[in-house]
C-alpha cells in the first residue's frame, strides 16, 4: 500500500517544514539549539531500500530553560490580572478572536495536508477537523455574548445592588491529544483564551507542525504573551513550569495517570483548577432485541472512525448470546469491506497508524487474547504492514484478556458475549472509567431498565447510536477517571472563569455613582453595553 512519492498526487504533498522558530511574549523568537524530527505514519522508499517513515520536518527540542521563560511571559502578560488582555472588554476580546479565525482560515489546505501526513488522518477526516474547529471558535463566540449580554444588567436584592460577571483565572497550562491535535487542543484553549487568560501550548508529540502555519495568526491576533509554545519532552520541560505553581489551571487531555502526576507536582494544589478528558473504554450492549443492522453499523463507525484512536470510541461490544454469532458475523463481513490505504486515498477507512509502537502493542493483545480462548474472526484481521494494522474482530472475549480491560486505542474490536443484562453492568460498575456507553435494543421496557443503572455509571448514554463528543453545544465530560470539569461550548467558558460581583448598598448615592461610571464609559467590567 505504501508508493513512491513521484505517486502521490501533487496537491497533497507538503515541503518538508523544518521549524526554527516558537511564539514567546509576541515574537517569534528563533531556535538555533537541538531539534526532533517529526516523522510521518506514511512510510516510503528508503534509499539503501526498503522501506521508511517519510521525514515531515523538525521542531525545536527546547529546554527547561526555555519552558520558564514561556512561563513567565504568560504570567507577565497576566499581570495578576491587571494584564491588558484580562482587563480588555469582551467585545475587544471577541474582536481579537474573529481575526484570528480569519487568519487561520488562510491556512486551511497545508493544516489539513499536515494532519494527514503526520497522524495519518484520512481527507475527509482531516477537513472536518479543521472546519469543525472553525465552527467551534465561532460558537464560543457567540456564546460568551450570549453570557455577556445576560450579565450586562445589574441585579438587587436585600438592599444590595450589584453587576455579576465572569472573570479570567490567570495562567492556563494547555496540553492536547495527538488524536485530534487541532479541534481537542481548540476546546479548551480557545474559551480559555476568550475568557481573558493567558496561554502556555503545548504542542502534541504527533500533529506538531499542524500548528506551524498558525504561529502567526497567534502573533497578530492576541497581544504579546497571550500565548506561548512550548516545544520538547513533556517529561522535561512541564515539571519545572507545575513546580512553579504559577499555573492557575491545568487543561490536559490524556491519560489519568499523567494527569495525576501533573496535579501532584503543583505546589498548592488548592489553587489548581483542572479541566480534564481521559482515559476511556466504551462499552456497546447489543441485547436481542435490537436492530442488528443498525447496531453493526454503528459499532463499526465507533469502533473504527480514525482506526479506533478516540476517546470516544466504542472499545468493547458486548453481545447477547442469542444473536451473537449473527452479528459478529455481520461484523466481520463489514470490517473485511473496509478500504485500507493512504489518507489521501478515495474512500479510505483504515489508515496509518503514527505511534511507532502501537503496532506492536496491538498484536500482543490480539495474542493474549487468542491465548484465552478467543479468535480473530474477520479476514485479514491484524495483518500488519509497517505502521498499518488491519481492523481484528475478536471473539469470544473475557475478562482475562488485555482486552478487556485495556484501552487498545487502536483498530481492534472486542466482542464479549453475555447472557443476562447484569453482566455488562457489572463490567461498568467495576471499571475504572465512565465515560459513555452506547445501548442496542428495540424494546423500550429493556431500555429504560438500562438507562437508570447507567446514567449513574457514565457520563452520557448512547441508544442505538455511536459514542461521540458532539454536538458541541452537548456537555461533554466523564465520571471516575475519565475525566475533570465539563466541556462544550457554554460549559468551557464557565470551566475557565470566576463569577465575580461588584456590589454596593442600594442607596441614592451608590446609584449616582455606578450610573456616573456606567455612562462614561470609565469601566470595562462595570457596564451595561450590549454586544449584538
Given amino acids: ?8 498526487p501533487e496537491k497533497f504533498k507538503v515541503p518538508v517544514i523544518h521549524q526554527r522558530e516558537y ?3 509576541g515574537e517569534l523568537v528563533q531556535w538555533s539549539g537541538d531539534t526532533m524530527d517529526i516523522l510521518s505514519p506514511v512510510f516510503v522508499p528508503a534509499q539503501g531500500g526498503g522501506f521508511e517513515r517519510k521525514v515531515v520536518g523538525s521542531i525545536p527540542h527546547t529546554s527547561p530553560k526555555e519552558a520558564m521563560e514561556s512561563l513567565d511571559a504568560a504570567v507577565a502578560a497576566y499581570n495578576n490580572g491587571q494584564g491588558e488582555w484580562p ?3 469582551v467585545e475587544d476580546r471577541i474582536k481579537c478572536m474573529q ?3 480569519y487568519l487561520m482560515i488562510q491556512e486551511r489546505d497545508q493544516v489539513i495536508n499536515l494532519l494527514m501526513w503526520e497522524i495519518g488522518k484520512t481527507l475527509g477526516d482531516s477537513t472536518k477537523e479543521f472546519d469543525r474547529t472553525v465552527e467551534y ?5 457567540d456564546a460568551l455574548k ?4 445576560e450579565s450586562s444588567r445589574f441585579q438587587q436584592a436585600e438592599g444590595t445592588l450589584a453587576q455579576i460577571r465572569r472573570s479570567p483565572l490567570g495562567v492556563v497550562l494547555s496540553m492536547g ?7 481537542e487542543i481548540f476546546t479548551t484553549l480557545i474559551p480559555a483564551l476568550i475568557m481573558g487568560n493567558t496561554i502556555l501550548f503545548k504542542l502534541p508529540k504527533h500533529g506538531v507542525l499542524a500548528h506551524y502555519p498558525l504561529l502567526k495568526a497567534f502573533k497578530e491576533a492576541f497581544p504579546p504573551g497571550t500565548v506561548n509554545t512550548l516545544y520538547g519532552k513533556g517529561s522535561e520541560i512541564i515539571t519545572p513550569i507545575m513546580e512553579s505553581g504559577k499555573v492557575n489551571v491545568l487543561a490536559f487531555i490524556g491519560s489519568s495517570k499523567v494527569a495525576n502526576g501533573l496535579k501532584k507536582q503543583h505546589p498548592k494544589v488548592n489553587r489548581l483548577r483542572a479541566i480534564l478528558s481521559l482515559d476511556a473504554k466504551n462499552a456497546a450492549i447489543v441485547t436481542k432485541n435490537a436492530d442488528l443492522d443498525v447496531a453493526v453499523s454503528e459499532c463499526l463507525l465507533g469502533s473504527l472512525s480514525f482506526n479506533g484512536q478516540r476517546c470516544t470510541a466504542l472499545k468493547l461490544i458486548f453481545v447477547q448470546k442469542d444473536v451473537a454469532e449473527e452479528f459478529v458475523q455481520k461484523l466481520s463481513a463489514a470490517v473485511s469491506a473496509m478500504k485500507a490505504g493512504l489518507p489521501w486515498d478515495k474512500d479510505v477507512k483504515i489508515t496509518p497508524l503514527p505511534e511507532a509502537d502501537k503496532p506492536g502493542y496491538l498484536k500482543e493483545c490480539i495474542d493474549d487474547a487468542i491465548a484465552n480462548g478467543a479468535k480473530v474472526v474477520n479476514e485479514h484481521g491484524g495483518f500488519t504492514n509497517e505502521s498499518l494494522v488491519f481492523p481484528a474482530v475478536v471473539y469470544p472475549v473475557n475478562d482475562k484478556m488485555k482486552l478487556y480491560h485495556e484501552e487498545q486505542f487502536g483498530p481492534v474490536i472486542p466482542v464479549v458475549p453475555f447472557d443476562t443484562i447484569d453482566e455488562p453492568i457489572q463490567y461498568q460498575i467495576e471499571a475504572s472509567h465512565g465515560m459513555q456507553v452506547s445501548i442496542f435494543s428495540n424494546n423500550a421496557e429493556e431500555v429504560a431498565s438500562l438507562i437508570d443503572p447507567f446514567v449513574n455509571l457514565v457520563a452520557r448514554v448512547n441508544i442505538n447510536c455511536q459514542a461521540q463528543r458532539g454536538p458541541d453545544v452537548f456537555p461533554f465530560t466523564g465520571r471516575k477517571d475519565s475525566a475533570e470539569g465539563t466541556l462544550s461550548v457554554f460549559d468551557a467558558l ?4 470566576i463569577r465575580t460581583m461588584v456590589a454596593a448598598k442600594v442607596t441614592d448615592a451608590n446609584k449616582e455613582l455606578f450610573n456616573t461610571i456606567v455612562r462614561d464609559h470609565d469601566s470595562n467590567f462595570l457596564s451595561t453595553d450590549y454586544i449584538f
Fill in 494 to 497: 464557565r470551566s475557565f472563569s
Fill in 1 to 8: 500500500m505504501f508508493v513512491d512519492e513521484a505517486q502521490i
Fill in 137 to 141: 471558535i465561532n460558537a464560543t463566540i
Fill in 99 to 101: 481575526k484570528f479565525v
Fill in 146 to 149: 450570549d453570557i455577556d449580554r
Fill in 87 to 89: 482587563t480588555m472588554s
Fill in 23 to 25: 511564539l514567546l511574549n
Fill in 177 to 183: 491529544p495527538f488524536n485530534y491535535p487541532l479541534n
